[in-house]
């Protein structure tokens, strides 16, 4: 049995993770971590009567019980996810993160870390198989079209823009295209904002609307033609069985992987 933490439980994402991990029979939800949990044991919550399981506020508490965890399941905020996974790593807890907002330079050090202490650990941008193919499809595409635009869509309770899907895709398509100004040389915008962010002089723009969950859509123009591609998330359990495969493979690894294709 794999023995997994899910940090950020009393999240939407936290919330379905749980759940998966309960249901699946290769794993055992040894602890979940929320510094903002009203309570110490799951079974507190009506929805999760009988499940004895010690509900975590604090990282002494997590380090004094590690021995019991294989695993650290991240879907926090992102003003704590750079914390969160180093004191995994510290502790050979392997993470397996889904939440976005880590930076670059935090991304390098995180590696480094996990090399030095030899910890697998996988951070996904995004679970969904939709997700991971349109970034590979939108990839391709770009060898042979290289003026491109990111659409991102999310519900309005997201924290960040752009998405950490929309910028990993971007990260991805500037590996094959030349960096380089798209549009007209003189535009002007005439509302702050309207032409979107601008990576490498590819724009993305992003969208909070309820109703929503999550989208992307990338779209390639050519002379006399376009191409668009896009995946849609209608529900959070289209990352349960990403996050899932995660769970059972990363302790056969010991670095930090970026990206769920590095698993498929
Ligand atoms: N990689 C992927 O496939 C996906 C990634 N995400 C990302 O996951 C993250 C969470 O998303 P949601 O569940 O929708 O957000 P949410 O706001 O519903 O949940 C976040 C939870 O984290 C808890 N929290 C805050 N600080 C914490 C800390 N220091 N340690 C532990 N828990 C803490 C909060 O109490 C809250 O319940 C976001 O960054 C989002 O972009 C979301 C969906 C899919
Ligand atoms: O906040 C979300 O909901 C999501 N966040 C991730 C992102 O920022 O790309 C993954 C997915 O888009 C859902």
Redo the contacts with the bound molecule.
């Keep these: 049995m794999i023995k997994v933490l899910v940090a950020g439980f009393d999240g939407s994402m936290g919330n379905k993770t749980t759940n998966m991990v309960i249901e699946n029979d290769k794993f055992e939800l040894a602890g979940v971590f929320s510094p903002f949990a009203g309570k110490d044991n799951l079974r507190e919550y009506t929805e999760f009567q009988d499940q004895n399981v010690p509900v975590y506020k604090t990282y002494e508490e997590v380090a004094a019980q590690k021995n019991d965890f294989d695993v650290w399941v991240d879907f926090t905020v992102p003003s704590a996810v750079y914390q969160n996974v180093k004191f995994a790593i510290e502790n050979k807890i392997s993470p397996v993160v889904g939440t ?1 907002g880590l930076t670059d330079e935090q991304l390098v050090e995180l590696k480094a870390l996990a090399k030095e202490n030899e910890v697998g650990g996988l951070i996904a ?2 679970f969904g198989i939709s ?1 991971v193919l349109l970034m590979q499809f939108a990839k391709k595409a770009a060898e042979f079209m290289p003026d491109v635009e990111i659409i991102e869509l ?2 309005d309770n ?1 924290l ?1 823009a752009p ?4 910028v990993q895709t971007a990260k991805m398509i500037s590996e094959v295209r030349t960096a380089h100004h798209q549009g007209n040389p003189n535009e002007k915008e005439t509302m702050l904002g309207a032409r979107g962010a601008d990576f490498e002089g590819m724009k993305i723009h992003s969208v909070r609307l309820p109703g929503y ?2 989208h992307e859509q990338v779209i390639f123009g050519s002379l006399g033609e376009s191409l668009t591609i896009r995946q849609d ?1 209608f529900d959070r359990s289209s990352f349960m069985t990403g996050v899932a495969l995660a769970v059972e493979k990363i302790g056969n690894y010991n670095e930090l992987l970026v990206g769920l294709e590095n698993l498929l």
């Design positions: 976005t941008p995004n997700a999310h519900h997201k960040d998405s950490g899907t929309a969950v999550a998330s």
